[in-house]
């Protein structure tokens, strides 16, 4: 089926699945992700509980329902990035934008300082955010090598793949520790620029004879 009716249906699947994940969302920052249930979730969005598991399979999928979103971003710098720029100048170049144009999947660092503490309170979501990770290393790596013409099992694009994660998961976890103990942007943001600076410049050394850290490098001088 095409057409109007298709729109509107597509329309309506996205309203009722938007509207779960507002409800699961305020319930979980409410009272702990553990303690909401299912038939609570649905009661409160006025839904059937298979409806609920119609749009989100598992629980913890209510929580984490921006992910691709964020992958998106990543990966779009990489994609679009400029001529003579190499993806981890690109990725370095997107750290400053989300402080400048904070996006609205990734609101550093005040719109995601509850997101943050509620998942530390709970080890199912701190389970799922780690292999969250996993899965985005793996993607990332593939996308490098994809922005300069290497195969998929690059040994260099899952190195550089594994470093610009660790960078970027550091620099988040202390810029929000920072803005727990002053409340203060400016601060969270100064030490997330800062550790993406110094990480990233770690990164280039350790890829400096490849393209996925220096564009000017041959393609075929990124393997080992």
Do not use: C
Request: without cysteine; charged residues 25%; glycine residues 6%.
């Amino acid at each position: 089926m095409s057409g109007p009716v298709a729109e509107r249906r597509t329309r309506k699947r996205l309203l009722t699945r938007q509207a779960i994940s507002d409800v699961a969302t305020r319930l979980f920052f409410e009272r702990g992700f553990d303690a909401v249930t299912i038939d609570e979730i649905a009661e409160a969005a006025d839904v059937g509980r298979m409806t609920v598991f119609n749009h989100f399979p598992r629980k913890e999928d209510m929580f984490f329902d921006r992910e691709h979103e964020i992958r998106d971003v990543a990966f779009a710098a990489i994609r679009e990035r400029d001529a003579g720029t190499s993806p981890v100048q690109a990725l370095r170049s997107l750290a400053r934008r989300l402080i400048e144009q904070p996006h609205p999947s990734f609101p550093l660092f005040r719109g995601t300082y509850l997101f943050v503490e509620t998942a530390l309170a709970s080890e199912t979501l701190k389970a799922r955010g780690r292999q969250m990770r996993d899965d985005f290393v793996r993607a990332l790596a593939v996308g490098l090598a994809d922005a300069v013409g290497r195969p998929h099992d690059d040994p260099n694009a899952h190195l550089a793949a594994g470093l610009i994660a660790a960078v970027w998961s550091v620099a988040f976890t202390q810029a929000h520790e920072a803005f727990g103990r002053t409340q203060d942007p400016s601060e969270a943001n100064g030490t997330f620029l800062a550790l993406i600076e110094r990480g990233t410049a770690g990164v280039e050394a350790a890829l400096a004879d490849t393209a996925y850290a220096s564009p000017g490098v041959a393609v075929h001088s990124s393997t080992p």
